[in-house]
């Protein structure tokens, strides 16, 4: 029921995001002044790519990043993405949040849209569903769902940053 609930609050999100346009400016403007700072920052590389199926490709990645600017984190998991044509890629996928000093633990799974910049960068718009039966410092991501932005270069380096939905 836990991990049904966390999709549903996902794909709403993805609607709203949707709704608001893909717009990598437009949806940056719209977290800034809805949703206040940034909780959640990081930077990280593209693990892993393997073709799955025609348009279809399963990419595995690692990153180190810090919530509410204090809580050191890395981040690793994988996602599929399915290229839609027309310049539009849908990602969906599963991470797991490891604090870098306590080894507490958290999952992410998340649920994106990404198009590629008129400079040729990858950006990816969406919302990631957290949980935890964690009683230490991730405690406070158990059902809690965050808006990101992440953007890739040529090499498979990205930096994501992402606020809380509230």
Known sequence: MKDKLDFSLVKA???VIAA???SASFANIYAQTQLGEPFFQESGMIADQKKIGPNETQ??????????GNIHVKN??????ISRGSNLTFGQG???ITSSYSNDTATATFIGVGNVTEEGKPVFNGATAYGTNSTGELAFLNNILGIFKVEIDET??????????K
Do not use: M
Request: aromatic share 18%; net charge negative.
């Open 20 to 22: 608001i346009g893909t």
């Open 94 to 96: 599963h991470g797991i």
């Open 76 to 81: 690793e998991g994988d996602f599929i993405s």
């Open 59 to 68: 990419i595995s990645y690692s990153a180190n990043g810090t919530f509410k």
């Open 13 to 15: 999100a993805l609607i």
């Open 156 to 165: 498979g380096k990205f930096t994501g940053i992402e606020w809380q939905w």
